[in-house]
Antibody, heavy 118, light 110 residues
Framework: EVQLLESGGGLVQPGGSLRLSCAGSGFTFSSSAMSWVRQAPGKGLEWVSTISGSGVSSYYADSVKGRFTISRDNSKNTLYLQMNSLRADDTAVYYC???????????WGQGTLVTVSS | QTVVTQEPSFSVSPGGTVTLTCGLSSGSVSTSSYPSWYQQTPGQAPRTLIYNTDTRSSGVPDRFSGSILGNKAALTITGAQADDESDYYCVLYMGGGIRLFGGGTKLTVL
């Protein structure tokens, strides 16, 4: 069974930084593309970033490009999202997600809440 | 700026059939958009129903089906049940590694 467990969320001040982690199990981590998707309170889903299984290729939404960095450690079966220069509109539940290819999102974690507020 | 369009809300009677659509503000949706559909109830993580246009995710009943209808992706629910009342989101691959979610459809079963 695929399991994705996010951690690292919390309260951070505007302009601050936070790193999210996602531990994967129940599948071949290094063969899976991984993504982050977020959902602001009361709003819809927003794709944030995707990284290929090898980690060579990564992609970002315009709203986070230059501020967020996605990475992975296949030896630890762990996905990361480094978030810098955080703004109030980055407040959201951040979901880790897995796909068989970089084109698809199939499995989801339970999410971790990031609140950006002074 | 291209936007992925979905009906904001839809209503279906118990036992009835409903088709939700996912389009583009500019252009057409095709299988090369790799459309996927997700179901979400309040406070829960999304659940994948359909991916790659018409592939049903593990454990999803065959009441749910995906297709391309005209220039849009479509999610059809047959034999609607009370617990199908949820928000439904589609996502499209836009090329260059970028994907966009639609704004979601709130489905009411009554």
């Amino acid at each position: 069974e695929v399991q994705l467990l996010e951690s690292g969320g919390g309260l951070v001040q505007p302009g601050g930084s936070l790193r999210l982690s996602c531990a994967g199990s129940g599948f071949t981590f290094s063969s899976s593309a991984m993504s982050w998707v977020r959902q602001a309170p009361g709003k819809g889903l927003e794709w944030v970033s995707t990284i290929s299984g090898s980690g060579v290729s990564s992609y970002y939404a315009d709203s986070v490009k230059g501020r967020f960095t996605i990475s992975r450690d296949n030896s630890k079966n762990t996905l990361y999202l480094q978030m810098n220069s955080l703004r109030a509109d980055d407040t959201a539940v951040y979901y880790c997600a897995r796909g068989p290819t970089s084109l698809l999102i199939v499995d989801w974690g339970q999410g971790t809440l990031v609140t950006v507020s002074s | 700026q291209t936007v992925v369009t979905q009906e904001p809300s839809f209503s279906v009677s118990p036992g009835g059939t409903v088709t939700l659509t996912c389009g583009l503000s500019s252009g057409s949706v095709s299988t090369s958009s790799y459309p996927s559909w997700y179901q979400q109830t309040p406070g829960q993580a999304p659940r994948t129903l359909i991916y790659n246009t018409d592939t049903r995710s593990s454990g999803v009943p065959d009441r749910f089906s995906g297709s391309i209808l005209g220039n849009k992706a479509a999610l059809t629910i047959t034999g609607a049940q009370a617990d199908d009342e949820s928000d439904y989101y589609c996502v499209l691959y836009m090329g260059g590694g970028i994907r966009l979610f639609g704004g979601g459809t709130k489905l009411t079963v009554l």
